[in-house]
């Protein structure tokens, strides 16, 4: 199966279509009347779906189990056709495209099933996915291009030229992924009064956003979050709580992680890690999401 553990809990929901084809206006009335011989195809499809739905990943190899949290099967008639309806609702890690979609074919399997002794030319049509809400496709395109980001890695080693950057590299390899292209990449060492003016500068030329990355632990040199912190004046204390939660889930030590995170004047400012895989675990927790706050902050009312 595909690795998803490096996504996060978000409301899922789909809906999934499939039509019933009868033959005869006959067939449609014996529906409506509930004088199918075999019972009333609209409670036995809805019980089979409901099953469907919860075994999807039993049948089909690839599917990752999921917890259901909501399903609702609905029906309508329009001519000679059935037309099925299902929605699925989970918070997981993975959408319910298919699970709906199989609630959808088994119902009018179903169906299919109870009315070939009174209709011998009935169909099933058009089993498709209507809609699909949730994780990271659900996010609007924003105007990344327009973003002046800057990356800094707070490193002595690196700065010393005594170790290769990495962490900072990635940074910038995922906003580029995002769509952002004017970003500086800049490394200094772990000083809390150049950590402080090069924040500074970059609030002066009015930078949107500021990635640090290193200085975010509990040793003497880790100083990046005290230098930033109290030039923020709007803390999102929520941004980091979200970035060690996703951490503690896949490392113990995450806790320790002094992240900050906030606006200083019209500039956003985020902490990470100094690890590669740190830096990588907060950008998955964090981004695109993230880049709401300037949407947000654009359309506010002046």
């Known amino acids: 199966m595909v690795d998803i553990t490096h996504k996060s809990f978000t409301l899922r929901k789909a809906i999934a279509t499939a039509i019933v084809k009868t033959s005869s206006q006959e067939t449609i009335d014996a529906i409506e009347q509930r004088k199918v011989p075999k019972g009333d195809i609209f409670e036995f499809s809805r019980a089979a779906a409901l099953f469907a739905i919860k075994k999807t990943s039993d049948v089909i190899p690839d599917c990752h189990p999921l917890p259901v949290e909501y399903a609702a099967i609905t029906?309508?008639?329009?001519?000679?056709?059935?037309?099925?309806?299902?929605?699925?609702?989970?918070?997981?890690?993975t959408g319910v495209e298919v699970e709906a979609m199989h609630g959808a074919s088994v119902a009018a399997l179903v169906m299919y099933d109870m009315l070939k002794p009174i209709d011998k030319n009935v169909e099933i049509q058009n089993i498709r996915l209507q809609e699909k809400h949730g994780g990271k496709s659900d996010l609007k395109k924003l105007e990344n291009q327009k973003l002046m980001c800057a990356v800094v890695v707070c490193s002595d080693t690196a700065y010393k030229g005594e170790k290769e950057d990495t962490s900072g590299k990635a940074i910038v390899a995922i906003l580029k992924k995002y769509g952002m292209v004017d970003i500086e990449y800049t490394i200094i060492p772990d000083e809390f009064e150049m950590i402080q003016n090069t924040f500074k500068n970059y609030i002066t030329q009015n930078k949107n956003l500021v990635l640090f990355t290193g200085g975010t632990g509990v040793s003497v040199r880790d100083v990046t979050p005290d230098a930033i912190a109290p030039l923020i004046?709007?803390?999102?204390?929520?941004?980091?709580?979200?970035?060690?939660?996703?951490?503690?889930?896949?490392?113990?030590?995450?806790?320790?992680?002094?992240?900050?995170?906030?606006?200083?004047g019209e500039t956003f400012v985020l902490t990470l890690p100094g690890s590669k895989k740190g830096v990588e675990e907060t950008m998955e927790a964090l981004f695109p999401q993230l880049l709401h706050v300037f949407d947000v902050r654009e359309n506010q009312p002046h």
């Open 75 to 93: 029906y309508k008639i329009e001519g000679l056709q059935v037309m099925i309806s299902v929605e699925v609702h989970t918070i997981y890690k």
């Open 233 to 264: 004046d709007k803390h999102v204390p929520g941004i980091v709580e979200t970035a060690r939660n996703y951490g503690q889930q896949r490392i113990k030590t995450a806790m320790l992680s002094r992240g900050v995170a906030g606006f200083a």
